[in-house]
């Protein structure tokens, strides 16, 4: 089994930072994609950010000059670093995972349980 735990979410002022880890552990021969989504009550999920295992990324327009996503292939973890957060970033993070777990297998994508993110003065 694979498991994604997330850590770093919290309350924080509008103009704050934080920083979401995702660890990635249990058997796997090699992480893809991973990226993080995000879910406020009442809406469905958006996608977030996303890095390739070369270390490529990409985000949703709304985060772009605020959000950087990095990863750690020898940790197996990938980061959110949060900065000038607004009011509407508040929602619960899930991290994501495209991963191999047998030689020549199809990719299987994994989801943490989520962290909660709440921007409020």
């Known amino acids: 089994q694979v498991q994604l735990v997330e850590s770093g979410g919290g309350l924080v002022q509008p103009g704050g930072s934080l920083r979401l880890s995702c660890a990635a552990s249990?058997?796997?021969?090699?992480?893809?994609?991973m990226g993080w989504y995000r879910q406020a009550p009442g809406k469905q999920r958006e996608w977030v950010a996303a890095?390739?295992?070369?270390?490529?990324?990409n985000y949703v327009d709304s985060v772009k000059g605020r959000f950087t996503i990095s990863r750690d292939n020898a940790k197996n973890t990938v980061y959110l670093q949060m900065n000038s957060l607004k009011p509407e970033d508040t929602a619960v993070y899930y991290c994501?995972?495209?991963?191999?777990?047998?030689?020549?297998?199809?990719?299987?994508?994994?989801w943490g349980q989520g962290t909660q993110v709440t921007v409020s003065s």
């Open positions: 994501n995972a495209r991963v191999e777990v047998m030689i020549k297998g199809p990719e299987y994508q994994y």
């Open positions: 249990g058997s796997f021969l090699s992480i893809n994609t």
């Open positions: 890095i390739s295992s070369s270390g490529n990324s």
